[in-house]
């Protein structure tokens, strides 16, 4: 016998508690799937990580450091090493020329980066073949090659690499959905193959992967100067991108590309201490570059790095890196610098520079 008595009907419930029902069961479902997304993307990050990790590098430490690093309490350096290669050209990572260098010195305290452009046709001395030469040449004596002529240029350990050729820096850009940068002049380059089919028009705009390495490449308008200026927009624009909330869902296909394409020493649990720096969006970027001047006076060009200039950009670094005091840094006129935080990026890109018939020195 039912509890209801004739004639009376069991409540429905009002339409404002199904909804309020309907809401939690979906914000449950979301919080259940964001962790086992959470959760699995932790798993390919690992994976990736694993992948990326170059075993066969047996650096533990820099020279420069009494003891290895630990990036949650200690100030280091990371050198990105761009290799002029793609998986068409198959020259090999160890066999290539550095294409772009850039050296990423970060301080825990203040969560600020600065970022040092090193033009690719310097003229430094190579520790490992015991000469002076273009920069650009020391990776084909291998990375460690390339890692020791920056310590010894610039005077400051070099902690971790990040070496990655064409096919990983397009593949990072198209996970990302494209970059927003600022072309500075109409362009048609070379792609990864050397094919010239990028086209591109003055402005901001936004680039996918193939341009932004043209744009990146591109050496015949402007000066190494400027061409490490844009390499540091595009990165700055990476950071951005990948550092945003919209970018949370691409992380798989970001991390597949970084490790399919790219070597590093730095292990799954160091890079996930760098977290911090990105966690509250994108940190303060200060790019410096390295003052010189071109010189073809023996037929070959090299770029004559400015020894005065070079010395105060490495106090700038050594105190970043907290290995000297902030007050014997003295910045004024000592690098060019542009402030990357966020997406404002400026530079002069006025420049006779040609350097079209020393491309292959």
């Known amino acids: 016998m039912t509890n209801l008595r004739m004639g009376q009907r069991k409540k429905k419930p009002s339409k404002k508690k199904l909804i309020l029902r309907t809401s939690l069961i979906l914000i449950a479902l979301m919080v259940v799937s964001t962790g086992t997304y959470a959760y699995w993307l932790t798993k390919k ?6 992948n990326a990790y170059d075993k066969d590098n047996t650096r533990v430490k820099s020279d420069l450091r009494e003891s290895a690093v630990k990036p949650m309490t200690d100030n280091v350096s990371i050198l990105f090493v761009g290799i002029d290669d793609s998986e068409k050209r198959g020259q090999g990572s160890e066999h290539s020329r550095s294409d772009a260098l850039l050296l990423a010195t970060l301080n825990n305290k203040s969560k600020s980066v600065k970022l040092l452009s090193i033009p690719r046709d310097s003229y430094v001395y190579i520790p490992n073949v ?49 970059v927003e940068v600022d072309v500075p002049y109409e362009l048609h380059e070379l792609d990864e193959n050397d094919k010239r089919t990028v086209n591109l028009k003055p402005g901001l705009q936004t680039v996918n992967g ?24 595009i990165l700055a624009a990476i950071l951005k991108k990948a550092s945003s909330v919209t970018s949370f869902t ?61 010395v105060e950009t490495q106090n700038i670094l050594r105190a970043q890196l907290g290995l000297i005091d902030n007050n014997l840094a003295d910045n004024s006129g000592a690098a060019d610098t542009n402030n990357t935080e966020g997406s404002g990026y400026n530079s002069d890109y006025k420049s006779n520079y040609q350097s079209d018939n020393n491309n292959n020195q």
Do not use: C, W
Request: hydrophobic residues 35%.
């Open 210 to 233: 193939r341009e932004a390495l043209a744009l990146a490449r591109t050496r015949k308008q402007d000066s190494d100067i400027q061409r490490g200026e844009r390499q540091q927009m």
């Open 45 to 50: 990050a690992e994976e990736a990580a694993n």
């Open 130 to 178: 015991d000469k002076k030469d273009k920069i650009t040449h020391a990776h084909l004596g291998g990375t460690n090659a390339t890692i020791d002529t920056v310590e010894n240029l610039l005077n400051v350990p070099v902690d971790y690499y990040y070496r990655l050729n064409f096919d990983a820096f397009i593949e990072i850009v198209d996970a990302l959905g494209g």
């Open 250 to 310: 691409k992380y798989d296909n970001i991390l597949e590309a970084v490790g399919n394409n790219m070597k590093t020493n730095m292990t799954f649990n160091e890079m996930k201490s760098f977290f911090e720096y990105i966690k509250g969006g994108m940190p303060n970027v200060e790019s410096l570059s390295l003052k010189g001047s071109d010189d073809t006076s023996t037929g070959i060009y090299y770029y004559q790095l400015d020894e005065p200039a070079l």
